[in-house]
Structures are given as structure tokens and as C-alpha cells.
């Protein structure tokens, strides 16, 4: 005969197996926070609800629900890390898609590199309070040894927020540099434009207004080694009118170099291009080849 199922033991059943189900995401984009990562498994934040849910590294899910659940899920699935890696972290820019870092994350990849590409809701919250959220990641980093940043657009600005700050993470992490592609470190003059449009600050927020001059001049100086690169397309000219000399369509080439920084590359890309770029890819390859080789 059947047993009985009472209505609040079938909601729990059903609950248990749906966060058991294996679900193809798009691996959280503008909504989700990561909030942990291990060996390309990742643990985020739905920004609005608060609900967390573990991805796989081929962004399926895996579990969902409380941190502590996914956190076990995980303990469960991946036990153990590999000790002493070196990883290089990416963060795209504001309004960014996870997939223009796609050929770069398989160039590096292939080369032998372990790679991990950070969600945050770029459009959602400031600067300060992003860097915040990837000080959190970079604490519960578990194995890693040595890091390299490689930062599109924002990404580089929030970057250079969480590299000065003192943080727990530094203490068994070694920072090996950062590369930064048409990241705005003078400021964006098309943010300065665009600050009292309504819809441009409904769109972004607080982050588009902290990429104005003023506010950009407030934020720490590259002090680690780097490499920054900027986009061209038309040599002195650009194409967007309301920008001074050559740009990539959103940030004028000059806006990327600050004044004393020698290691810098121009590429011919438009600005959300400059990541897919093969001549980005390869000084990336460089940077790293060069850590390895003590220059």
C-alpha cells in the first residue's frame, strides 16, 4: 500500500531534488556575484534575491540554495585542490559578457594556464563596493599561490582599488601583475558627457558615474607590474566625434595611459573587441612568459 506523503515532506522532497538537478547556465551575467571560486567551481549570489547556486566549470549547476548548502555541495563533489597554482584571474568591464574573454581563456588554456573569468552585476553597485565583493573571492581562494589579473574596461579600475588595499588573501598570495585593456585610468570622457543623461545613469548606476575624471583621479595608482593596452581605429582621428584623438569607440587612447606608465600596446579593435583581439592575447602570453622568466 502507498504511503501518505504530507504536503510539507513533498515540497521538501521536491526542493532537495531540484537543487540536485544539473542545469546548463549562461555562468551569471549582470544579476550574479561570485562569491567563491575552486578549481572552476564557483559558488555565486543572485544579486536581488540572495539565493546562491554552485556552477560546475563547464557552467551547469550543480546545487542551489543557502551558502552553506552550496558550500557543502561542493566539499562533496570536490573534496581536494591542487596546492601552489598559479591563476590568472579575469574581469571584464561595465555591462561586459563573459563570452568576450572566451579565445583569450582558450589561448591560455592551451598554453597551460589555469584561468578563471569573475561575475559580478557591473551595473549594480560602485567601484569601491565591487572590489569589495572580489576581496571577498580573493580570501576564499583555496591552493592558488600566485596570481595574475587580466582586466577589460572597469574591470582594471576595480582592480586597482582591491590590489591597495590590505586584505587577508595577500599574505599567501603573490601578486605577479596586472594587464588592462582599455581601462579608463585617466577617466572616461564619454562618462563626464553622458552623467545627466537619464537613461545612461537608470542603465548604470553608480559605476558609470565613478568613471568620470574626477572620480577616477580619486582612485589608487597602479602600483604592481603591468601592461595596459589600448584600442585604435583611426590613427589621430578615432571615430567617435565627442572624443580627443584616436579611440576604440568608447575610450580615447590617451584615457588609458596614465602619465609614467612605459609598458604599453595600441591594437587596432574596438573596445569590446580588445580581449578577443589576437594581438591581445598574445602581449597577455608575453606577460605571463616574462613572470615565468623573472623579467
Known amino acids: 500500500m502507498a504511503r501518505t506523503v504530507q504536503p510539507a515532506e513533498l515540497r521538501k522532497l521536491i526542493t ?22 575552486r ?33 557543502a555541495r561542493l566539499d562533496e563533489l570536490l573534496p ?32 597551460g594556464y589555469d584561468t578563471t573569468l569573475l561575475s559580478y552585476p557591473s551595473t549594480r553597485q560602485s567601484i569601491e563596493e565591487h572590489a569589495s565583493d572580489v576581496e571577498t573571492v580573493l580570501n576564499r581562494l583555496e591552493g592558488v599561490s600566485d596570481l595574475t589579473i587580466v582586466a577589460h574596461s572597469m574591470g582594471g579600475l576595480i582592480m586597482r582599488v582591491v590590489l591597495a588595499r590590505e586584505a587577508p588573501w595577500q599574505q599567501h598570495i603573490k601578486i605577479h601583475g ?20 537619464r537613461l545612461f545613469r537608470l542603465i548604470t548606476t553608480e559605476a558609470g558615474q565613478n568613471l568620470r575624471a574626477n572620480n577616477v583621479r580619486k582612485l589608487p595608482p597602479i602600483t604592481c607590474r603591468h601592461r595596459l593596452i589600448a584600442g585604435s581605429t583611426r590613427p589621430g582621428k578615432g571615430i567617435n566625434p565627442l572624443l580627443r584623438g584616436d579611440d576604440d569607440g568608447i575610450v580615447a ?43
Open 16 to 37: 532537495e531534488r531540484l537543487r540536485a538537478l544539473s542545469v546548463r547556465t549562461m555562468g551569471g551575467q549582470q544579476v550574479w556575484v561570485d562569491r567563491l571560486l
Open 253 to 295: 587612447v590617451h584615457e588609458v595611459f596614465p602619465h609614467g606608465s612605459p609598458d604599453r600596446l595600441i591594437v587596432r579593435s574596438l573596445h569590446q573587441y580588445l580581449p578577443r583581439h589576437p594581438e591581445s592575447i598574445e602581449a597577455v602570453k608575453r606577460f605571463l612568459k616574462e613572470r615565468e622568466n623573472g623579467i
Open 80 to 111: 581536494q585542490v591542487l596546492e601552489g597554482r598559479h591563476l590568472v584571474l579575469m574581469i571584464g568591464g561595465l555591462g561586459g559578457f563573459r563570452s568576450i574573454f572566451g579565445p583569450m581563456r582558450r589561448a591560455l588554456n592551451e598554453a
Open 39 to 71: 578549481s572552476g567551481w564557483r559558488i555565486q549570489e543572485q544579486f536581488i534575491t540572495g539565493r546562491h547556486r554552485l556552477l560546475d566549470p563547464g557552467n551547469r549547476q550543480r546545487g542551489s540554495g543557502s551558502y552553506a548548502h552550496c558550500q
Open 178 to 197: 596586472i594587464v588592462m585593456m582599455g581601462t579608463p585610468n585617466r577617466g572616461a570622457r564619454m562618462a563626464g558627457l553622458l552623467h545627466s543623461n
